[in-house]
């Protein structure tokens, strides 16, 4: 049996990586949906405002809620894998830039999701082909 034969841990990685990050935005949703947390008092004036200023909308957070949650489900079952990462897109670009520019203290936390969702679209970068060309026919 030649070496390249053998079965390469590589495979597993994005499996692994729709686990880690699909677990805790199914438990984040959740928490979000079931038990709204007010934001720590300590927490910076802007950083503060913008929390507020979702809670406070009525919609947006339970949208984001069920987004979180629903992708997150999609990520642990293995279906629709890059829809859930299209979705989750604009939620983790935001939070990187919440996190820059408001709170600081999450960035690290904002980071390494963010870093799992680039690595999730890099192993499904052949479906993604598609929307990255400048210019699409239209049908199938």
């Known amino acids: 049996m030649s070496s390249s034969s053998k ?17 805790p935005l199914i438990l984040s949703g959740f928490m979000i949906l079931f038990h709204p947390m007010q934001a720590p008092p300590d927490m910076a004036v802007g950083a503060k405002a913008f929390s507020d200023a979702l809670q406070h909308s009525g919609y947006m957070m339970p949208m984001i809620a069920i987004v979180l949650s629903l992708s997150g ?5 293995n279906r629709f894998v890059p829809l859930a990462l299209l979705l989750l897109a604009p939620f983790f670009v935001n939070s990187v830039l919440f996190h820059s520019f408001l709170e600081p203290t999450g960035l690290p936390m ?14 499904y970068r052949g479906v993604f082909a598609a929307v990255l060309k400048a210019k699409n026919s239209t049908g199938p």
């Open 7 to 23: 079965p390469s841990l590589l495979r597993f990685l994005p499996a692994v990586g729709r686990w880690l990050l699909g677990l």
């Open 73 to 77: 489900l999609l990520l642990v079952i």
């Open 110 to 123: 904002a980071g390494v999701f963010a870093l799992l969702v680039v690595a999730l679209a890099w192993a």
